[in-house]
C-alpha cells in the first residue's frame, strides 16, 4: 500500500510537531536517537558523536527546536540537515509506508482524524518563527553580540607585547607573522573560561585567539577561538575540542558568512579555504596584498562562505583527505558561486602530495612548511610552490 492511501504525510508530520511532539516519539521508539532527544539535557542541542554515521568527534545534534520541528544537523554529510523521520525510517530499514503507520501508532493521529482536519496547521517556516518569537531571539542576539564585542576590545593585536602567546603559537606550526602584513583580523584575549557545551560546565580558563567571523553585511555573528597556553601551545582540551567556539542559535542553516584574514583594497582577486591557519599560510606566499584572504571556519560552511560581489577571480585552496570531503565542499562552492555568478573564474587548487599512510589527509599548510617555502624571500614563495605544483597556474 503506498503512503499516500495511508494518510496525508505532510499533515501527519505537522500533526506530530503540534500536539504530541517528536521528543514524545523518538523516546518511544528507543533507538539511539530517541535515548538522545529524550535526555532532560538535550536543550540547548548538545552536539555528540553521530549515531547514524559514527564518528569520534562531536558531529551531530539536534535543532535547537526539535520537538517541534522534528530536524537533525549531521556534519558528516556536510552540515546537511534533516528530519529525525527520515534518518530512523532509513536507518531501521523500514519501507516507507510500515515507517507511516508506525507513525500513526505511536502518535494517535487515527484516534484524532476529526481534531486533525479542523486543526489550522502551521507551516515549517511558522513553526520556526514561533520557536525564534518564544526564544526573544533579538533580545539574546543583541546580548550575546555585546558579550563578544567586549570581549574583542579586551583582546590584544598580533603586535602586542601581551599578545606573544598568539606569535608563539604561529611560529610553532611554521607560520611567522611577518610585519610586512602583520595580521590585523586576529587578536588574543589573556583568559577566556572554555565550556565543551553553551551553559555548560567551565574545564577551564586559558588565553584565546579571537578571529571575527561575519556575515554577508558585515555584522559579527561569532568569535572563533582558538584555545592556547601562555608559551603558544594549543590549551589541554577534551579530544577534538582544541578550537571551540559556543554554538550561536541564531546562526540559520546555510547563511553565508566568513572570516576575513585581509582585506586586498580595489582587488577583486579572492583566496578561499577552510581553517584559519592554512589561510595565513597561504596569505604568506604573496610579497603584496593583491589577494583578498577569506576562511570557511570549518569544511562543512566552505560551502556556503561569502563572497563578496565585486569578486572576479576566486582561488579555493582545497583540503586533501582520505574522505573526500575536503573536494567535495570545494565543488560545491564552485558550484555555487557559477550559478549565482557565471563570469566569476573559480580555480580549485589541490596539492599534488600524496597522503602519509596512516594520516587522515593533507592540506596546504602542511606542504606550505614542510617544504620549507616560507624560509625563502616573500617575492619568490609562490614561483618557487608553482615549480612544484602543476595544479597552480602563474595566474593565481
Not at 484516534?111 to 525564534?132: M, W
Request: aromatic share 10%; glycine share 8%; net charge positive.
Amino acid at each position: 500500500m503506498s503512503s499516500r492511501k495511508i494518510c496525508d504525510t505532510k499533515k501527519l508530520l505537522e500533526y506530530v510537531g503540534n500536539t504530541v511532539g517528536w521528543l514524545s516519539v523518538a523516546a518511544q521508539l528507543k533507538d539511539d536517537i530517541g535515548t538522545f532527544a529524550s535526555n532532560p539535557g538535550y536543550h540547548p542541542p548538545k552536539p555528540t558523536p553521530c549515531p547514524f554515521h559514527g564518528g569520534s568527534g562531536n558531529n551531530f545534534r539536534l535543532d535547537f527546536n526539535f520537538n517541534r520541528t522534528g530536524e537533525m544537523v549531521c556534519s558528516c554529510m556536510g552540515g546537511r540537515s534533516g528530519f529525525w523521520f527520515e534518518y530512523t525510517k532509513d536507518m531501521s530499514g523500514y519501507q516507507y509506508a510500515k515507517a507511516l503507520k508506525e507513525l500513526i501508532r505511536i502518535s494517535g493521529y487515527e484516534d484524532g482524524k476529526a481534531k486533525v482536519k479542523e486543526a489550522n496547521f502551521e507551516t515549517k517556516e511558522q513553526i520556526k518563527a514561533r520557536a525564534l518569537a518564544e526564544y526573544n531571539l533579538p533580545k539574546e542576539v543583541a546580548r550575546r553580540r555585546g558579550v563578544q564585542i567586549k570581549m574583542w576590545q579586551e583582546a590584544k593585536p598580533w603586535n602586542h607585547p601581551d599578545a606573544k602567546g598568539m606569535q608563539l603559537y604561529f611560529e610553532r606550526r611554521g607560520l611567522k607573522i611577518e610585519d610586512t602584513h602583520g595580521l590585523p583580523n586576529f587578536r588574543l584575549h589573556p583568559g577566556l573560561n572554555y565550556r565543551p557545551q553553551l551553559g555548560g560546565k567551565v574545564l577551564g580558563k586559558f588565553p584565546a585567539i579571537l578571529i571575527p567571523v561575519m556575515d554577508s553585511n558585515k555584522e559579527l555573528l561569532y568569535l572563533k577561538r582558538i584555545f592556547i597556553t601562555h608559551d603558544g601551545e594549543k590549551a589541554p582540551m577534551p579530544t577534538g575540542a582544541s578550537d571551540c567556539k559556543q554554538a550561536m542559535p541564531w546562526i540559520k542553516r546555510g547563511l553565508q558568512h566568513f572570516g576575513l584574514l585581509y582585506q586586498a583594497p580595489g582587488s577583486t582577486k579572492y583566496d578561499v579555504g577552510e581553517g584559519f591557519e592554512l589561510m595565513f599560510a597561504v596569505s604568506l606566499l604573496r610579497d603584496s596584498l593583491s589577494h583578498n584572504v577569506i576562511s570557511a571556519d570549518n569544511a562543512a560552511i566552505l560551502p556556503n562562505v561569502f563572497i563578496p560581489g565585486n569578486a572576479t577571480e576566486v582561488n579555493v585552496w582545497v583540503d586533501k583527505d582520505v574522505s573526500g570531503i575536503g573536494r567535495t565542499n570545494a565543488e560545491a562552492l564552485k558550484s555555487r558561486l557559477l550559478k549565482e555568478r557565471p563570469m566569476v573564474k573559480v580555480n580549485l587548487f589541490e596539492t599534488r602530495e600524496t597522503i602519509p599512510e596512516g594520516s587522515k589527509g593533507v592540506d596546504w599548510e602542511d606542504v606550505i612548511v614542510s617544504r620549507g617555502i616560507l624560509d625563502h624571500p616573500r617575492w619568490y614563495r609562490m614561483s618557487l610552490l608553482q615549480a612544484t605544483e602543476k595544479s597552480l597556474p602563474l595566474a593565481a
